[in-house]
């Protein structure tokens, strides 16, 4: 089976401007979390979706979103980039009913946002 | 307030030796208690599940306590390699929402 995959890899943004990352999930697998891994702040929980539905979230503002499509891939925005913002943002699938945390998590490699 | 504190310090140990991270936590009651080990430049990897009514879980090389009542897990690793270095990092149920901790930099040395 393929991995949790996402795109970009790299990605370098100006302050003000706007990021759409994608994640695609392992093949069945339902329930999409993000987080966002800084240095400082260690690994913190975005958002959790499972079918479609946002099922948890994390304490990020409202320029933080995501969403999911029938197929399990999601993505996730973020609106209005601060320096902070620069992180590297991981997705994981799990294949689960329970919601994300009962259950293993299969992150991908990960996409690193570098805010100018 | 809720805190999750894992080793505050590198660990290096000596290859052959048995390496044991702490996960110690307040204000928190996890029904799940997971471990991630993570490589540079990697997401992390999942190593083990244990829940609240389990008091030890074990992997090949790898153990895990559980203990609810003085708030903390400990990790083990026996018969450690070289391959065994990376960052490990504990998790903890809240609430449906996995909440990470800074995590330990293992170290084994041949």
């Known amino acids: 089976k393929a991995g949790v995959t996402q795109t970009p890899r790299y990605l370098i943004k100006t302050r003000g401007q706007q990021v759409t990352l994608s994640c695609s999930p392992i093949s069945g697998h339902r329930s999409v979390s993000w987080y966002q891994q800084t240095p400082g702040q260690g690994l913190q929980f975005l958002f959790e979706?499972?079918?479609?539905?946002?099922?948890n979230k994390g304490n990020f503002p409202g320029r933080f979103s995501g969403r999911q499509f029938s197929n399990s891939r999601s993505e996730m925005n973020v609106s209005t980039l601060e320096l902070g913002d620069s992180a590297l943002y991981l997705c994981?699938?799990?294949?689960?009913?329970?919601?994300?945390?009962?259950?293993?998590?299969?992150f991908g490699p990960g996409t690193r946002l570098t805010v100018l | 307030s809720q805190k999750i504190e894992q080793n505050s310090e590198a660990l290096n140990i000596q290859e052959g030796k048995t390496a044991t991270l702490t996960c110690n936590y307040t204000n928190y009651s996890p029904a799940y208690l997971q471990w991630y080990r993570q490589d540079p430049g990697r997401g992390p990897v999942f190593l083990l599940l244990i829940r609240e009514n389990e008091k030890e879980k074990r992997k090949e090389r790898l153990k895990v306590t559980f203990d609810t009542t003085l708030k903390q897990s400990l990790f083990h690793i026996t018969a450690s390699q070289p391959a065994d270095s990376a960052t490990y990092l504990c998790a903890l149920d809240q609430g449906g929402k996995l909440i990470f901790g800074q995590g330990t930099e293992l170290s084994v040395k041949p």
């Open positions: 994981a699938s799990s294949g689960g009913l329970g919601k994300g945390s009962y259950n293993e998590q299969f």
């Open positions: 979706y499972f079918s479609e539905t946002q099922r």
